[in-house]
């Protein structure tokens, strides 16, 4: 049968004919390019197999979302579990070549689960100096009888050298102010008031409890099982890089980190080896050219989710369309 998707249901998906456009679109390499050649572009290879073909010192920015050390299927693809030392052996076959492409200031962000975590830690340790680990709230998951629910998400931020971009007024969080301060004048300490509430911008801290995880009804969501929010991608690409400069990802799955770039003025590179998840960026890259909103992220700030401006605005909108 046909599938038929729910009518609020939003999510991209690709039709045979836009399969065979956007596919035209994709780069495989079969010698060394050069930058110009690669830029802005998916190869649809694997990372193993191209590695070698990529330029020296052109990155400024690392994003990593490998396969976490669990047996799962990634559409045509799939990656078994591994005992802790062979994960972490399979980690280091990539990163040990990768290190080869970054420039002396890049930074390079690892993301893991709580199992693949110390993996993650131990490999990216031997070459790169371990900044923080941030830890992000998955508030999907199933319950579970005999252990804890599994609702979080690790991400290790490592450096190439201690001297690296990180823009900490491009990141701060919006947040209700529940029990506002007033100095002696009564003026607001450290808040603004306004007629939509109280807020106060806070600084990043390695807590993420403000990320949604996209599902059906959200325009960014795919049929990737493990895709990441364009939030996500977006506090990260502000924090370390500067407009123009290139932001790598070389499991790029539907295409989140090329998207966002683009979205701030980055230049982007992604390899991905499925076809079809390859189609779904080029086709979410399309839609980036007209449509550069990123869920959350609001007039150059990130608001706290649930946040009653944002309640506010949604009103708005959902008037308007009346």
Same mark, same amino acid.
């Given at each position: 049968? @046909?599938?038929?998707?729910?009518?609020?249901?939003?999510?991209? %998906?690709?039709?045979?004919?836009?399969?065979? #456009?956007?596919?035209?679109?994709?780069?495989?390499?079969?010698?060394?390019?050069?930058?110009?050649?690669?830029?802005?572009?998916?190869?649809?290879?694997?990372?193993?197999?191209?590695?070698?073909?990529?330029?020296?010192?052109?990155?400024?920015?690392?994003?990593?979302?490998?396969?976490?050390?669990?047996?799962?299927?990634?559409?045509?693809?799939?990656?078994?579990?591994?005992?802790? &030392?062979?994960?972490? #052996?399979?980690?280091?076959?990539?990163?040990?070549?990768?290190?080869? $492409?970054?420039?002396?200031? /890049?930074?390079?962000?690892?993301?893991?689960?709580?199992?693949? *975590?110390? /993996?993650?830690?131990?490999?990216?340790?031997?070459?790169?100096?371990? #900044?923080?680990?941030?830890?992000?709230?998955?508030?999907?998951?199933?319950?579970?009888?005999?252990?804890?629910?599994?609702?979080?998400?690790?991400?290790?931020?490592?450096?190439?050298? *201690?001297?690296?971009?990180?823009?900490?007024?491009?990141?701060?969080? %919006?947040?209700?102010?529940?029990?506002?301060?007033?100095?002696?004048?009564?003026?607001?300490?450290?808040?603004?008031?306004?007629?939509?509430?109280? &807020?106060?911008?806070?600084?990043? *801290?390695?807590?993420?409890?403000?990320?949604?995880?996209?599902?059906?009804?959200?325009?960014?969501?795919?049929?990737?099982?493990?895709?990441?929010?364009?939030? $996500?991608? /977006? @506090?990260?690409?502000?924090? *370390?890089?500067?407009?123009?400069?290139?932001?790598?990802?070389?499991?790029?799955?539907?295409?989140?980190?090329?998207?966002?770039?683009?979205?701030?003025?980055?230049?982007?590179?992604?390899?991905?080896?499925?076809?079809?998840?390859?189609?779904?960026?080029?086709?979410?890259?399309?839609?980036?050219?007209?449509?550069?909103?990123?869920?959350?992220?609001?007039?150059?700030?990130?608001w706290e989710r649930n946040t009653l401006i944002?309640?506010?605005?949604?009103?708005?909108? #959902?008037?308007?369309?009346?």
């Open positions: 049968m @046909k599938f038929v998707p729910a009518k609020l249901n939003r999510s991209l %998906r690709l039709r045979e004919d836009e399969i065979e #456009k956007y596919s035209s679109r994709l780069v495989r390499l079969d010698q060394a390019a050069k930058i110009d050649s690669i830029i802005n572009k998916i190869i649809n290879q694997d990372i193993f197999k191209v590695i070698d073909f990529l330029p020296s010192s052109f990155v400024d920015l690392l994003f990593i979302d490998p396969p976490y050390n669990i047996s799962k299927k990634f559409n045509k693809v799939s990656f078994r579990e591994m005992d802790q &030392f062979e994960y972490i #052996k399979w980690l280091d076959s990539w990163i040990s070549k990768i290190t080869r $492409l970054l420039k002396k200031n /890049a930074s390079i962000y690892i993301c893991g689960d709580w199992k693949s *975590s110390a /993996a993650i830690f131990v490999t990216g340790s031997i070459y790169f100096e371990v #900044k923080n680990r941030i830890t992000w709230e998955r508030e999907k998951g199933r319950g579970a009888k005999s252990n804890w629910k599994n609702c979080s998400e690790d991400i290790w931020f490592f450096t190439n050298s *201690s001297s690296f971009t990180f823009n900490v007024d491009k990141v701060k969080l %919006r947040r209700k102010v529940l029990a506002p301060y007033k100095d002696e004048k009564r003026n607001p300490k450290d808040w603004e008031q306004n007629k939509d509430g109280n &807020f106060r911008d806070t600084f990043p *801290s390695n807590i993420w409890h403000d990320i949604s995880v996209p599902f059906w009804s959200m325009p960014e969501n795919t049929d990737h099982p493990t895709q990441k929010p364009e939030k $996500l991608l /977006a @506090k990260i690409i502000l924090a *370390s890089t500067k407009k123009g400069d290139v932001v790598f990802d070389p499991f790029l799955g539907s295409g989140t980190t090329a998207v966002v770039a683009k979205k701030l003025g980055r230049k982007y590179l992604g390899v991905e080896v499925d076809e079809y998840y390859c189609c779904l960026a080029e086709k979410r890259l399309e839609l980036a050219e007209i449509d550069k909103r990123i869920q959350g992220y609001e007039d150059g700030v990130f944002e309640q506010v605005k949604n009103q708005k909108l #959902k008037v308007k369309r009346k």
